[in-house]
């Protein structure tokens, strides 16, 4: 009886696609997008950036500034496949947002610049991709700039992101002439007329017929030296067949041994359908990705994409706004109805799907149910958060959620009208709602509300929000970044006894602490506990009483009150009471005793560093490089290309502020720059010695 519902299931799943679109800022991200939705017949007008006219960037600050700042889904059909897609941010300011997209996607399009190749943030994104093992196949765009090398562009690619490019399509024509491409697995051409969206089919080209048999051949050899079954083939036959080669191909974007490289011009409508094939036959849908895992009473757990199996999905964001919340939602197994109650083992609670939404970016389609594999919007659910797991009451899960950066910048804001400080704490919590990559805080000393975030645009953008939204006029202090404090020389044997007593039961711990600095594994933003100690000193209960007490006393270092990271603490002998030891007490202990231990160690203060890539006129270099010395850059770099200059320095952070504008200044408005957050360094002359 269940045997062809079923079927009808599996083979459902199996025809959606789940995928996000990478790429540094300006790559085209957003361009290729909106003629996918074009070329799959979701909208009919194709949407310009330039005119402010796409479907994802709806926000009018995405709008006004000409980028995308917020992660937006849309959802469309290609040749019988549902594609669900999330057209995600290039400006490092808001990795968040890609991290917690790569999260529950299954599959990404990564977006290069047939011109520049592989840029800082292409990088960026990349590394976020492999964390979360999502496969990606490659589009080099731009085809028709002036500069366009598709060669250079995929070398770029093998040299920096060290996957196996397997490039698929030969362009025709250069620059300007760019009017199609070489399939070099089905062996034909795509040539697209002047505002045509449909390519037109025919043979390869005879002045390119050589050129395509010699890169065929390259193919196929790269193709069997990756994959077993194709170089049995190959050595059967010295070929391979186009069924054996497109299964090959698939299997090695799928284990990530590989990469299929296309080409194209999204701005001109030219190598979308391909794309689009591309993202259909390589890509994996949700039966092909291995079950989730979660856990349940510290047991862990794995549910596959079945739509009868028990529900669990994960939110990834949330859309906060005056007249309700939408959550975002991954499914993966089981089946949510409109009006379905789920649980929260986050925190704990029954929530309500009142209503189950299809996303269109900022459309919405109504739905009676989602099931696994479906990337939907739900209304009605009061307190989930992103990275919060939802579950059916009575088979519960908790999902790993997506990692979330530590901010590096922050401002002190206040209401210019005293009247509006409430409603500005309402406005700061729901941003820190939508946006976990926020974060507001007083401060202790002072009183300042502060707010925290990625860097200097993504506040601007949470401070403008807070205008057109909730409309707030408010005062932004000076922009400053978060130190922090690690052990260049630490101590042995520091002892400390915490004794107690003021009337009834009392509070006895005696601990013996090592604090080093870390070891290459730990890492210089880590922190490691252990234990040695011998002969039953301190019971085991009261060890994770003190590493809970050590990890308390990290919050504030010595130096100037900032976080304490990058060290070992073993804890070696100690002893307790026979009434008056506890929990309680050895967590005091472990506290007091590492402040003590810490304020005896060689300290030194961190602070925040960046990647800078700054491309200027050739007559600029001189200038650009005296103003990075002053700004105690590091010079890591240097290359000509496409006629300008590419300089890579390593900054602190803190001297970035205003650099845009000293850069406009100095080359008279033509140089660009990009940052990517690296880690922390030792800044000069803060070093607190014993």
């Excluded at 290039?90 to 592989?118: C, K, M, N, P």
């Excluded at 959550?327 to 029954?350: A, F, H, M, N």
């Excluded at 026979?578 to 472990?590: E, I, N, P």
Aim: glycine share 10%; aromatic share 4%.
């Amino acid at each position: 009886m269940r045997t062809e519902p079923l079927r009808h299931r599996t083979t459902a799943l199996a025809a959606v696609r789940n995928l996000g679109i990478l790429a540094h800022v300006d790559a085209g991200k957003t361009t290729v997008t909106e003629r996918i939705l074009y070329a799959t017949g979701t909208t009919h007008r194709r949407g310009e950036v330039h005119d402010g006219t796409t479907v994802t960037d709806f926000d009018p600050q995405e709008r006004d500034r000409g980028i995308t700042i917020f992660a937006a889904a849309v959802s469309c059909a290609w040749d019988g496949h549902r594609i669900n897609l999330i057209d995600t941010p290039g400006h490092v300011d808001f990795a968040d947002e890609v991290e917690r997209s790569l999260r529950v996607l299954d599959g990404a399009i990564a977006v290069f610049d047939a011109v520049a190749g592989v840029e800082p943030q292409s990088e960026s994104v990349w590394r976020q991709a492999d964390r979360y093992g999502v496969p990606r196949i490659a589009f080099v765009n731009k085809m028709d700039r002036a500069g366009a090398d598709l060669d250079a562009a995929v070398e770029s690619i093998r040299r920096r992101l060290h996957p196996a490019p397997l490039v698929v399509q030969v362009p025709i024509g250069t620059e300007d002439g760019f009017t199609g491409v070489v399939d070099l697995v089905g062996m034909r051409s795509l040539v697209w007329a002047d505002g045509d969206s449909t390519a037109e089919e025919g043979p390869v080209p005879e002045a390119l017929s050589e050129e395509a048999g010699r890169r065929r051949r390259l193919l196929e050899e790269a193709v069997a030296e990756l994959n077993a079954a194709a170089l049995e083939e190959f050595c059967a036959h010295s070929a391979l067949s186009t069924p054996t080669l497109t299964a090959a191909l698939r299997e090695l974007t799928r284990t990530g041994d590989g990469v299929v490289v296309l080409c194209g011009s999204a701005y001109r409508n030219r190598g979308v359908e391909p794309l689009l094939d591309a993202v259909v036959t390589y890509l994996p849908s949700p039966l092909d990705v291995p079950a989730v895992r979660g856990m349940h009473d510290g047991v862990e757990e794995r549910r596959a994409a079945d739509p009868e199996a028990p529900f669990a999905a994960l939110a990834f964001k949330v859309n906060a706004t005056a007249t309700g919340r939408l959550t975002y939602l991954r499914v993966y197994s089981g089946t949510i109805e409109k009006g379905d109650t789920v649980w929260d083992p986050g925190t704990r609670r029954t929530e309500r799907a009142a209503r189950i939404l299809r996303v269109m970016a900022d459309r919405h389609e109504r739905l009676e149910r989602a099931v696994a594999g479906d990337i939907v919007a739900v209304a009605g659910l009061k307190s989930t958060r992103a990275g919060s797991t939802l579950c059916t009451p009575d088979a519960p899960l908790v999902l790993e959620p997506p990692a979330v950066a530590d901010p590096v910048v922050s401002v002190a804001v206040e209401a210019r009208a005293s009247t509006d400080t409430g409603r500005l704490a309402a406005a700061l919590a729901r941003l820190a709602e939508e946006d976990p990559s926020l974060v507001v805080r007083t401060d202790a000393e002072t009183g300042q509300t502060v707010l925290s975030g990625m860097g200097e645009l993504h506040l601007d953008v949470a401070v403008e929000k807070l205008h057109r939204d909730a409309g707030l006029e408010v005062n932004v202090g000076r922009p400053g970044v978060a130190y922090r404090e690690t052990v260049v020389r630490g101590v042995t044997g520091l002892v400390y006894r915490h004794v107690k007593q003021d009337g009834g039961a009392g509070q006895f711990a005696h601990v013996v602490l090592d604090v080093e600095p870390p070891t290459a594994e730990v890492g210089a933003m880590g922190f490691e506990f252990s234990s040695a100690v011998v002969g039953g000193g301190v019971p085991r209960e009261y060890v994770r009483a003190v590493e809970a007490g050590c990890r308390d006393a990290l919050a504030e270092g010595p130096l100037g009150g900032h976080p304490v990271t990058g060290l070992r603490v073993t804890l070696t002998d100690g002893a307790t009471h026979v009434k008056d030891s506890s929990d309680t007490a050895f967590r005091t202990a472990g506290r007091l005793a590492l402040r003590a231990a810490l304020r005896a160690c060689t300290m030194v203060l961190l602070e925040p560093v960046a990647e800078v890539t700054v491309t200027v006129p050739e007559d600029a270099v001189g200038g650009v490089l005296g103003d990075l010395a002053a700004r105690r850059g590091r010079v890591t770099g240097s290359e000509t290309r496409g006629g300008a200059a590419v300089l890579t320095a390593t900054v602190p952070l803190a001297e970035l502020f205003g650099y845009a504008t000293r850069l406009r200044s100095r080359t008279q408005g033509r140089g660009t720059f990009t940052t990517r957050p690296t880690g922390y360094a030792p800044a000069p002359g803060e070093v607190r010695v014993r």
